[in-house]
């Protein structure tokens, strides 16, 4: 089993900015890759962005393309997500993700599937008010 803990939400105005963070650990290894998701009201949970282990590998989707930045920290097994110009259509609760570690590797072609991904945070809420 992997757990995996995201945190760094909160409320923030339209253009604001937040970082979320998501620490994953476990007896799966340590070289996973890892991504978010996201889920609003009523929507079908969607891919927001993921990483490789090495982060010379990064995917967003086009919808917050140009306005975050994926990182992350090996050594502990953490990603970042700076999110900014924030607009109310991000408000949602945000995910974590692992891929399995037996599943295939990350790409462009599949990267956003959530079938590839085994191990969920419990979600740190965003919302962006106008």
């Known amino acids: 089993q992997v757990q995996v803990v995201e945190s760094g939400g909160g409320s923030v105005q339209a253009g604001g900015s937040l970082r979320l963070s998501c620490a994953a650990s476990?007896?799966?290894?340590?070289?996973?890759?890892m991504g978010w998701f996201r889920q609003a009201p009523g929507n079908q949970r969607e891919f927001v962005c993921a990483?490789?282990?090495?982060?010379?590998?990064?995917y967003y989707a086009d919808s917050v393309k140009g306005r975050v930045t994926l990182s992350r920290d090996n050594d502990q097994n953490t990603i970042y997500l700076q999110m900014n110009s924030l607009k109310p259509e991000d408000t949602a609760i945000y995910y974590c993700?692992?891929?399995?570690?037996?599943?295939?590797?990350?790409?462009?072609?599949?990267?956003?599937?959530?079938?590839?991904?085994?191990?969920w945070g419990q979600g740190t809420q965003v919302t962006v008010s106008s």
């Open positions: 993700a692992i891929p399995s570690p037996y599943g295939p590797a990350l790409t462009s072609s599949h990267v956003d599937s959530l079938n590839l991904y085994d191990y």
């Open positions: 990483i490789t282990w090495s982060g010379d590998n990064t």
């Open positions: 476990g007896r799966a290894g340590t070289r996973l890759s």
